[in-house]
């Protein structure tokens, strides 16, 4: 008898944002006539920048002729696009990380859910609340958890990011063996100092632990004394692997492609407390579940790098950038507290006591425009709705202006 993975029932019914995209649709068909405005999940809006195009259909072409066709290439990513990510990521930032440690992929969702296999089921987790959900549920369907009781799996170590601590996880009381942490961070929009990621790297070697680190909203940092990389933090190398994304950095939502850093140096404990490679252990399960991005994607995401993709796709987060500025003004204005939104795309609204749902479903149908109920993102949501930048200036103004009604 054919039996199925029992972890699969101790999740909700659908994923966070598949639930609000059918919400959404159902409104829609019921209301055709209102121009939904979509400031929900963090999808972008603008075209590739001319710069990646020209590289995307560099790529293209050299797949028309024999002479140029490529195949299969290496699982871990064409040397061109390795060594201008480990130049102009890491070391051009004192962070020392060598193209053999990137290892490209389709996404930081797929690498983010993927990562956490290469564990034994029995660690300790720490995971923030709210947290961008693909964390969770995947060590749920992993069978790290028990059920899902009161807002939470048992067997998970929480962290409350709240207002009280600047939406900045404590270190846990308790001793965890694998910690996920997002700067800037998704949901809230907060970042973290270097101090901030030293507690954490200090924290990790004295437990002999590890870091999963998402950087998939680096570009959107600003302010230069922020940090860009947790390997600018001395030590980071032996504890921590590092999640980015072409997708909100260079507009590749539907392109797909990212990295993975995991440095050689990194490592994990074998059941008799022996030291193992993680790059080994990486390399041994991207190999073989994994063949690669495609090549006219990898020539796209190369093109990110050049002078002119450079410069095209600073532009491009400075609207981004423009629009969360509109957002959080609007959001003053209105009397509600914030978070995020000057080095990251997301602005975590406090809806006071309003239910999160209610609140998302007050902006709906009474604004038509799309957010995020904060408490799809864990308990600690609760009472808070999520708006992203990600949309054109027009629609993001005048979804501003419909919210001002709405909540007058
Ligand atoms: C989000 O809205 O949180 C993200 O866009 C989802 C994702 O990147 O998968």
């Not at 990212?258 to 490679?277: A, L, M, Q, Y």
């Amino acid at each position: 008898m054919i039996r199925a993975n029992d972890n699969y029932s101790k999740l909700k019914a659908s994923y966070l944002f598949s639930d609000i995209a059918k919400r959404v649709d159902d409104y829609q068909k019921k209301n055709s006539g209102t121009q939904i405005i979509r400031l929900g999940i963090g999808d972008v809006t603008k075209a590739l920048v001319p710069a990646v195009i020209k590289g995307f259909h560099d790529g293209v072409d050299e797949m028309a002729s024999d002479a140029t066709f490529r195949g299969y290439g290496p699982e871990q990513g064409y040397a061109f696009l390795r060594d201008k990510i480990a130049k102009n990521d890491f070391q051009d930032r004192g962070a020392d990380i060598s193209a053999d440690e990137i290892f490209v992929s389709d996404g930081a969702k797929c690498d983010t859910g993927n990562f956490q296999e290469l564990f034994a089921t029995d660690i300790r987790v720490a995971i923030p609340d709210p947290v961008y959900p693909a964390y969770l549920d995947t060590n749920v369907m992993a069978g790290r958890t028990g059920e899902f009781a009161d807002g939470r799996y048992t067997g998970m170590v929480y962290m409350d990011c709240l207002k009280e601590n600047n939406f900045l996880p404590n270190l846990p009381d308790e001793e965890v063996d694998l910690i996920y942490l997002c700067f800037p961070n998704n949901p809230t929009g907060s970042t973290a100092t270097r101090a901030d990621l030293k507690g954490w790297v200090d924290y990790a070697k004295k437990h002999k632990a590890l870091i999963l680190f998402d950087a998939a909203y680096e570009a959107f940092v600003r302010d230069e004394n922020l940090p860009r990389t947790i390997y600018e933090i001395e030590g980071a190398k032996e504890v921590a692997v590092e999640f980015r994304s072409f997708s909100k950095a260079a507009g590749f939502t539907g392109t797909r492609c990212g990295f993975t850093v995991v440095p050689k140096d990194c490592r994990v404990f074998n059941s008799v407390g022996e030291k193992t490679s993680l790059h080994s252990l990486w390399n041994r399960r991207h190999t073989t579940k994994f063949n690669g991005v495609s090549y006219p994607v990898q020539k796209a995401a190369e093109a990110v790098y050049s002078e002119a993709g450079k410069v095209q796709v600073k532009q491009q987060i400075d609207a981004y950038l423009k629009n969360a500025d509109i957002i959080r003004k609007t959001i003053d204005s209105l009397g509600f507290d914030y978070v995020g939104g000057n080095n990251s795309p997301y602005i975590w609204v406090d809806g006071k006591d309003r239910d999160s749902w209610d609140f998302f479903d007050l902006l709906l149908t009474k604004a038509g425009v799309v957010c995020t109920p904060g408490a799809g993102f864990g308990r600690c949501g609760q009472n808070y709705i999520r708006i992203s930048a990600f949309n054109t200036l027009e629609n993001v103004m005048s979804a501003m202006d419909r919210i001002k009604e709405a909540l007058k």
